[in-house]
């Protein structure tokens, strides 16, 4: 499957933005999604993941009630819905697809991944 994220941006602290991976070349809907970051300088980090049929969600603490994952099975497109974005989450977003039985957090369970969108929140 091959993943491609948009949606990246330069906003201010407070705003919004909506990220989409779009999937192309496999079954959509047989993949567990999920979503990471890396900040300049540091290590690539879990941000969120939806369950194939969008039952089991999980997020990170540092982003549980700011950000909202979902998907379209119909689109094959996953989201990440940021709000109340702060300096600290600016970074690189990946969008990534796993095959595994059930959704984690670590990304070496996520075998596809997309090239990832910046993001930029300014204070």
């Known amino acids: 499957v091959q993943l491609q994220a948009s949606g990246g941006g330069l906003v201010q602290a407070g705003g919004s933005l909506r990220l989409s991976c779009a999937a192309s070349?496999?079954?959509?809907?047989?993949?567990?999604m999920g979503w990471f970051r890396q900040a300049p300088g540091k290590e690539r980090e879990f941000v969120a993941y939806?369950?194939?049929?969008?039952?089991?969600?999980n997020y990170a603490d540092s982003v549980k009630g700011r950000f909202t994952i979902s998907r379209d099975n119909a689109k094959n497109t996953v989201y990440l819905q940021m709000n109340s974005l702060k300096p600290e989450d600016t970074a690189v977003y990946y969008c990534a697809a796993s095959v595994t039985n059930i959704p984690r957090t670590a990304d070496v369970t996520y075998a596809y991944w997309g090239q990832g969108t910046l993001v930029t929140v300014s204070s």
């Open positions: 070349g496999g079954t959509f809907r047989s993949y567990i």
């Open positions: 939806i369950s194939r049929s969008a039952i089991n969600i």
